[in-house]
């Protein structure tokens, strides 16, 4: 089928067919999902005045469901993660109180006046900042994602698992983070020539460290203090956090207090016994820092309910360590036949990026499927690609094609296809 048509034998539509056409939904669907306009409407249910002014706005109380999901290892305090609910949201953006969490030993309560972040080592000068001296810097904003690099390793299990989208792939969320680029607290210590990696430190009760090349340093990380417009929230790090735009998660050190600049990686456990994983052939990978591109259809999805045949709008999120989503194509018959979706802007390089495509369901059984290829031309894999590239000891790095199977009564299951 070309790109013209306007329905594929899989149901999928042009993804341009109503902005072109100018169509309305009830005009291109036998069975209209709206109501027409009646007489039955609830009358003005009351006169008395709402609910009072707040300090801090909640969601309304009838989105209960939309949580982050818990799963804590119960042998270390604080060890664990929670994920974003992806199939419940909407746009690019996470809201804050929903971006995941990946503590190694719980969450610090850090007083943000007398909290201090050091940079020593190989440097002219070490410095010692307070967070008010930070805010006096130049700051940048940038929306991006974060993601865990072990994001998705359920999908690694010889069957898949039946749960939520976004408790398969929502180690992964995007916000806008504001901050001081790092460069240039760098330039303002003089960083010695010699340098050629920084050791980052953090204050929670495991005092977290790990290593990061000082050309990436220089590129584009942010000292963050700001997330979606307030001051970060204590599970993302507060009072402050290194953002490492399209790297793996780890590297963005919350409660960061302390960088060395040094030769050599410091080799400390998060990046010799974890992110480090066994191939095939026997070889080991470390520091595999960049995170590949992904997508994933987020509605409809497992748990979502096709109540009738007719036309539905596949939504979906694309993401790549590597730059911008280039092209997005999506298949309603397990991968036989594709068609582009419409990315809807802005399409921000390292950051989310939403996709959309109308299809007819005739009430078959189907197989839902995304693809994404980034502007380096990387293409995700299929599942079974990626596992023969990687083999069956693999954890971290998922990134392959996601199926989720329609069943005749319209529920979705996930499935490897
Ligand atoms: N200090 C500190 N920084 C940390 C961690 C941690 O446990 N302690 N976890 C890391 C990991 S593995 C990930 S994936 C990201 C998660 O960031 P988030 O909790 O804001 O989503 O933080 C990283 N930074
Ligand atoms: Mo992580």
């Known amino acids: 089928m070309s790109e013209g048509d306007e329905t594929s034998a899989s149901g999928l539509l042009d993804r341009r ?7 309305r939904w009830s005009a291109a669907i036998a069975a209209a999902p709206s109501i027409a306009f009646a007489a039955d409407l609830p009358s003005d249910p009351t006169r ?27 042998a270390v305090a604080g060890n664990g993660v929670s994920w974003t609910p992806l199939h419940d949201l909407e746009g690019i953006i996470t809201p804050s109180g929903l971006h995941f969490e990946r503590h190694h030993n719980g969450v610090p309560q850090i007083d943000g006046e007398a909290h201090r972040l050091s940079v020593h080592g190989l440097v002219k000068q070490p410095l010692s900042f307070t967070i008010d001296a930070l805010k006096r810097y130049p700051q940048r904003s940038r929306i991006g994602f974060v993601e865990c690099g072990g994001n998705s390793n359920s999908s ?3 069957e898949p698992l039946q749960t939520r989208a976004g408790y398969l792939h929502g180690l992964a969320s995007n916000s806008e983070w504001t901050g001081v680029p790092l460069a240039i607290v760098l330039d303002e210590a003089g960083v010695d020539p010699a340098a050629r990696w920084l050791v980052l430190e953090a204050s929670d009760a495991i005092g977290m460290n790990i290593s990061l090349p000082l050309a990436k340093a220089r590129k584009d990380c942010l000292l963050a203090l700001y997330q979606n417009g307030e001051r970060l929230r204590p599970e993302q790090g507060y009072p402050l956090r290194l953002i490492v735009p399209g790297w793996e998660g780890v590297l963005n050190v919350k409660w960061l207090s302390r960088i060395e600049l040094t030769t050599e990686p410091v080799m400390s456990r998060n990046e010799t016994s974890r992110y480090t994983e066994l191939q095939p052939d026997g070889r080991a990978r470390q520091f595999t820092f960049v995170m590949d591109v992904k997508s994933l259809i987020t509605s409809p999805s497992p748990g979502h309910l096709l109540s009738e045949k007719g036309l539905y709008e596949i939504r979906g999120l694309a993401w790549s360590g590597r730059g911008k989503v280039k092209k997005v194509e999506v298949s309603a018959d397990a991968g036989k036949t594709w068609k582009p979706a419409a990315l809807q802007g802005p399409v921000l390089p390292m950051s989310f990026t939403r996709f959309r495509i109308p299809w007819r369901w005739d009430g078959a059984a189907a197989t839902l499927q995304s693809r994404a290829v980034d502007e380096t031309g ?10 023969a590239q990687r083999g069956r000891a693999g954890y971290f790095h998922y990134n392959a ?9 319209g529920e979705l299951s996930h499935v490897y296809a």
Not at 378 to 387: F, G, I, K, M, S
Request: glycine share 6%; proline share 9%.
């Open 17 to 23: 067919l109503f902005l072109r056409r100018g169509l």
């Open 48 to 74: 008395t005045p709402g609910q009072p002014f707040s300090n801090y706005g909640q969601p309304s109380p009838q989105e209960k469901a939309t949580i982050r999901w818990i799963s804590a290892n119960r």
């Open 401 to 409: 094609i996601v199926s989720w199977q329609v069943s005749e009564d």
């Open 378 to 387: 990387a293409v995700q894999p299929t599942r079974t690609a990626l596992v």
């Open 156 to 158: 690694w299990n010889l």
